[in-house]
């Protein structure tokens, strides 16, 4: 396997070799396990191992809003999507990854033949992995919008405008 984590102030992508070997024996090209490792560069460029930690945190946290356990899964499949995309930019093989992440659902599925297992993996539509897969070979790639100082100044205010009126009211 192959994932992206941080360790103190580290930043670390660990994979197993025999893990990317049977990826590129697989695809019969090794641009597939360069669109793996893309996709988990993207997630720690992107802090994703920290910022799942704290929406982790929060969810047990707050164990009794049931909504915090959806928006949780949406904001991984958000992720999920958004490091494929940038994957693509980087590598410009959408078909790499795709081949790459149909290989791994058929790897992961539990029935044993490894054919009819990524054909039923992927015959599901509401399937994650179909999800990306169809969106990585039908978008195409463009890049990722990113907020700056101006976009974040009136939340911050708002925020910090609510967290002062408690104490003006003392």
Request: glycine share 2%; proline share 7%; with cysteine.
């Amino acid at each position: 396997t192959a994932v992206a984590y941080i360790k103190g102030r580290e930043r670390i992508i660990a994979y197993n070799p025999d893990f990317i070997a049977s990826i590129v024996d697989s695809t019969r090209t090794s641009w597939s396990a360069v669109s793996i490792l893309a996709h988990e560069i993207a997630h720690v460029i992107r802090r994703d191992p920290a910022w799942r930690i704290l929406v982790g945190t929060l969810e047990r946290a707050f164990f009794f809003q049931p909504l915090n356990r959806v928006t949780r899964a949406r904001l991984c499949d958000s992720a999920e999507f958004l490091c494929d995309q940038w994957a693509v930019q980087q590598t410009r093989s959408p078909l790499a990854l795709a081949k790459c992440l149909s290989i791994v659902a058929s790897w992961a599925s539990p029935a044993s033949d490894r054919i009819s297992a990524g054909a039923s993996t992927m015959a599901r539509g509401d399937s994650p992995i179909v999800r990306r897969v169809t969106r990585i070979l039908n978008e195409p790639a463009r890049p990722a919008w990113r907020p700056s100082a101006v976009w974040l100044a009136p939340p911050l205010a708002i925020v910090a405008g609510l967290l002062v009126s408690p104490a003006l009211f003392l």
